[in-house]
């Protein structure tokens, strides 16, 4: 895995800092884990991440899965890339 880190386009406050897969599965009830399809950039224009739920009825497995089978194709990549979120405070 590559270590990558990008600034959000449209505001540039959020940071996302690439994970492995272990370390979102550990951590998504904690901290905010965005993924988003293996070449697509995080916090583009469009918006292509998608943050994982930290309560709900579906376990982090079946989210990815459901994640996998509707926004993954040949053309963004097959599997999705996990990135940690950190937002820089606004200071008045």
């Known amino acids: 895995m590559n270590?990558?880190?990008?600034?959000?386009?449209?505001?540039?406050y959020e940071t996302?800092?690439?994970v492995s897969k272990a370390y979102a599965r550990k951590n998504y009830?904690?901290?905010r884990i965005d993924m988003c399809p293996v070449n697509v950039r995080p916090g583009g224009g469009f918006r292509p991440n998608m943050m994982i739920p930290q309560n709900g009825d579906r376990t982090f497995d079946q989210w990815i899965d459901e994640f996998t089978y509707y926004n993954c194709t040949n053309e963004v990549g097959y599997y999705p890339a996990f990135y940690k979120v950190t937002i820089k405070e606004l200071v008045k």
């Open 29 to 31: 009830k904690t901290e």
């Open 16 to 18: 996302y800092i690439r």
């Open 3 to 12: 270590k990558m880190v990008f600034k959000s386009v449209m505001d540039g």
